[in-house]
Structure formats: C-alpha cells, structure tokens
C-alpha cells in the first residue's frame, strides 16, 4: 500500500472531476489531497466519497492567484516533512505547469499525462501516448521520492462504486516563498466552457468550416450538447480559429465522450490528437476522407446542411 | 544580454510512428527530422528580441544525437550566434535532458540572462524541461507564452490557460520563458544566412563532459506499442437532402442506444 498524495484544483464550488478519477483508481492506497485555497462543503463531500483520507487546504499570503514559484514553494514545504511516495494530479493547464517544477524541487522524476496505471506492490506504471497518441509505452519512475503522475482528465472515467475515505479535514499555513514572476492580471478567455483537454463532448470544425464566422453553427450544436468547440491545424492555420482551439499534435491532445468532427479530412497529426475519444462522429463530404476510418458514426455530406439537422435532433432529444 | 535558446530535434509531425522491434523505442532509421515546431517561436523570439537590445549574442543548446546537426545549422542560419550540442540519445528522459542543458549553459562560461524553450516537444510530449530547468537553475519560468514584450529582462509575458484565458507576468531578472504558437511569425534562413551559418561555431559536449550520468535516470519507458486500431465503424451516405433527416435521426439515436454516450 503506497503514501499518496493528490493535488486537486476547484471549479466553482466542485473538485475537478479529473481528481475523483485519480481517487477511484486508488483505491487500495493511502490516500490524501492538498489543495490551494479552501474547499467547500460539497467539494469535501465528494472528496470523502472517492476515497480522501485527510484533505489539507493549504493557505498562506501570495497563494490568492497562481504563481509557479509560489504554489511550488508551498507544496514543497507542505510535501517535504511527509513521507508520500507518490504526488498525483490531473493534466491540467495549472498542473502541467506546476508539477515539473515542484518534482524538480525534491530532484525527483514525473510520469506525464499517463492515461491508464496500476501498482506492482508499491511500485507505480503507468501507460502513456508519446507522439501525441500515435503510439503508447510503459512508463516507469526511479530515483527519489515522491514520484510524480499527471493524469489525462477523462481517461480512467469515474468508478461505479467509490470506496469512501475519512475526508477529516485540515488547514495547514504555508509560504509562498519568494516570487519574482508576479502575476499582474488574469483576462478571461472568449469561452466559459471547460477547456478541450477537460471537455467531455467536442465539436470541432475544419478547413471545409470555410470562414471564421461559419464556425457560429459549431457553437450552437455545441452550445445544446454542453460541448467545447475545437478546430483542426488547416482552419487554425487558415485564421478560421484560435490556437487554443486547436487539437492535434501541435495543439491539444483531447479524449473526450463525443467527438464530432466537422469537415475534418483527418491529416495523421489530427488524428494523433482525437484518436482516444471515447465515440467519434464525422461528417465529410469526401467518403475516402481519412478521417472515416477513425469514426464510429460517419456521415458522408456536407457540414453546412447537416450540422443545422443536427443541432435540431440533439435538441429534440435532451430537452 | 545572453540569450540561449534550448531547441529538440523531432520526427516531422506527418511521420507515421512504427516501434522498434525491441519495443524500447521508435524505428528512427528514416524518419524526416524536423525543429520542434514550437522551438522555432524560441528561437525567432531570440532574434526579435536580440534585435531590440542592442550588444546581445544568442546561442542555441540542443540535446540529442549527434548525427545530424541541421536543426542546429537551421537555428544559426536564422540568425543565431552559436550552438552548443550535448550528444545523447534522443529518447533521454526531462529530468535528465534539463539537467544536461544547465550542464551546457553552465560550461559556456556565460550567465543567462533570457532562456527560450518551446512549451513542449512533440515527440515525447512531457511538458517538462522548461519547468525541471527554471527550477534547476533557480530561475521563474513561464510556460505557453503567447505574448512577449519589455526591455533587457524586464518583461511583461502573456500565458495562455484553459479555454484561451490569458494570464499577464510580469519579470524583471533572468527567467526561462517556453513559447506557444501564436507568440511570432518565425522567419525562413536566408541564403546568405544559410552561408554564415557554416563558419558560425558550434561546440560538442558528451553528457559525461558536463556531468550527466546513469544516477540521473528518473523516467524508464518499455512496450512501446502502437494503440489499439478501432473495429470498422458506420458509414452514412446523406449527400441527397431527401437522406439527410432520416440520418441524422438515426446517427442520434445510435449514439443513445448504442454508443450510450447521449
């Protein structure tokens, strides 16, 4: 039985759901969560559902937005007078940033974005796509500990039968250490929606979107379904959409539920990037696009005649 | 001021991956090697900022095999003052790879004052030798950088999180910055830059030379495999307006009854 440690983040008043994934498939071991900030009752809650033993909020001055230095300082001193083996965290923008850091502070190793683990003994590995999914390995960690895992949100899923744990809560005074990359600002995105690497249902549009305004009728298909809209190289390239749209191997590497593909030819690195989604649906005019040998569902037609029929059937279905 | 900038040499993003036959790694016998496309942000937000201060030399450090030096020669060609290579094999794990670069910077005698990197390398995709460097060299660092600007090293630096938020930094001291596409427009080699670049100087370290050794393993990778091809899926033809209702009806009710993800 291995000494776990999970950092979590929050949205709104909820864990992120990438965290009770991680809880799940730990079942077994020791289990603690750290978080920055406090936590609310329902996020405790869920915490104690999935397995959290003790739940320490850390709090001190200069914690109130994220800094590198600053979150890593702090962990560090929480982390370093315990005897974790192991410091788990979803693959998230924040922690994608902050776990090599703190990692590198105990000049320990990181397993990143794995997609599925397990335990020999205490002995973590894990699997990983390299290559942005165009092929898997074993991964494994020596040297000191704690070792370090991020996640991929949404591929363990959620257990069906939590094993509960005793979520006592704790508040722990940490410092923030010296920070001399000072965050001035935070400007919020276009879109409230879960970012694409949290998303679990995509819409995403191609070259064939044509033009930046078409992709409105992305939106509102994905507005009904309560999904994040993505983009292919060949529309972000084209100006059709922003980089932080893009799924692929120069951009997000995304394994939501539903992925709908939307005048995507389906270029190899494209395919890199959505291959692990749970269910595919594609819609190209092309029948020999490459894009139909990875669907589930492929619709042989044009976007701009479909997606309108679409939106009208999912909205008949889930209202 | 001394600006380096780290860069990967990586498989072309349309290169079909086949692991090896031992299953240690990659078939890399034919692959077209390319930049990592993200470095190349790096390596021009080097020159545009070389340009704007006066009296700055950049060098570019790579990590990797020796074979093949073109990444390099490609980065000297755009404009950059020198390179430093530190062989090692391609596959050498972050902690290890970040280590080595420090070594590099370390063993040219000079002090960073700006280090570049790209966000992440698309081969490996770890996302983390800007972050294990910074913190290596006690510096900040600030990832996924999509806006740059200031003087010297007091910069104001634009990071991009989830869903296209923007987070603003402000630095004034040396720190590791790892660039994301969107932050410049990199420049192509001219010729007469692609000439230069052949008398421009480019050092050899082994990773002993800077001392980088077994101890320093942190990652092991085994079974490289290619993943599971799905079985055939449905194929719909609704080119005609009279199909398109009928399919599309269908296709939903298939992803409620079926695929059970509605």
């Given at each position: 039985m291995a000494n776990v440690l999970v950092f979590t983040e929050t949205q709104g008043e909820h864990v992120k759901s990438v965290t009770l994934e991680i809880l799940g498939k730990l079942a077994g071991h020791n289990v603690d969560v750290a978080c920055v900030g406090s936590l609310s009752d329902i996020a405790t809650a869920d915490l104690a559902k999935y397995g959290a033993g003790n739940i320490h909020s850390l709090t001190g001055d200069k914690l109130d937005k994220y800094s590198p230095e600053g979150y890593s300082n702090a962990l560090h001193g929480f982390i370093a007078d315990k005897s974790y083996d192991y410091v788990f965290a979803g693959s998230t923008s924040l922690a994608k940033d902050l776990m090599p850091r703190l990692a590198g502070t105990f000049n320990a190793g990181m397993a990143s974005e794995v997609i599925n683990f397990a335990f020999e003994g205490d002995n973590f590995h894990g699997t990983r796509p390299l290559f942005a999914g165009k092929c898997l390995a074993k991964v494994e960690l020596v040297g000191p500990k704690p070792h370090f895992v991020t996640v991929r949100p949404?591929?363990?899923?959620?257990?069906k039968s939590p094993t509960a744990g005793a979520g006592t809560k704790a508040l722990v005074a940490v410092s923030a250490g010296e920070i001399t990359a000072v965050i001035q600002e935070i400007i919020k995105g276009a879109s409230e929606k879960l970012d694409l690497t949290e998303a679990n249902i995509i819409v995403s549009g191609g070259r064939a979107m044509k033009n930046e305004d078409n992709f409105k009728i992305l939106h509102e298909m994905a507005d009904v379904l309560g999904a994040t809209v993505g983009a292919s190289r060949a529309a972000v390239d084209s100006g059709y959409a922003a980089h932080s749209m893009q799924v692929g191997q120069t951009g997000k590497t995304v394994s939501p539920t539903l992925y709908i593909a939307c005048g995507i030819s389906g270029a190899i690195q494209h395919l890199a990037g959505m291959r692990t989604s749970k269910v595919i649906v594609a819609i190209n005019t092309d029948p020999d696009a490459p894009i139909f040998t990875k669907a589930d569902y492929g619709i042989v037609g044009d976007l701009f005649q479909i997606v309108p029929i679409l939106t009208q059937e999912f909205k008949k279905l889930l209202n | 001021m001394n600006i380096f900038v780290c860069i990967k040499q990586v498989p072309d993003t349309e290169t079909k991956v086949t692991p090896n036959s031992d299953g240690t790694y990659i078939e890399t016998s034919s692959i077209k090697w390319i930049m990592n496309p993200y470095d190349e942000y790096a390596v021009e937000q080097a020159l545009l900022h070389k340009a704007a201060n006066t009296g700055s030399t950049i060098t570019v450090v790579r990590v990797g095999a020796v074979k093949d030096t073109e990444v390099l020669r490609t980065a000297l060609a755009m404009g950059v003052d020198e390179a430093i290579l530190v062989d090692a094999p391609d596959n050498l794990d972050s902690y290890q790879t970040a280590k080595a670069i420090k070594g590099a910077i370390e063993k040219s005698g000079k002090t960073a004052d700006l280090i570049l990197t790209g966000k992440q390398a698309i081969d490996d995709d770890c996302l983390q030798v800007p972050q294990l460097l910074a913190q290596l060299m006690e510096l900040p660092s600030i990832s996924v950088v999509v806006g740059f600007e200031g003087t010297g090293s007091d910069l104001t630096l634009r990071r991009e999180v989830e869903g296209g938020a923007i987070e603003v930094y402000k630095t004034s001291g040396p720190c590791v910055v790892a660039c994301n596409k969107g932050l410049n427009s990199p420049r192509y080699a001219s010729l007469p830059g692609i000439m230069k670049a052949k008398k421009k100087p480019l050092a050899i370290h082994s990773l002993t030379d800077i001392g980088v050794n077994q101890d320093d393993v942190r990652v092991k990778y085994s079974n490289f495999v290619l993943p599971p091809e799905k079985p055939a899926g449905k194929k719909f033809e609704a080119m005609e307006e009279g199909q398109q209702a009928a399919v599309v009806a269908e296709v939903v009710g298939l992803l409620r009854t079926e695929a059970k993800v509605l």
């Open positions: 949404n591929a363990l899923g959620l257990p | -």
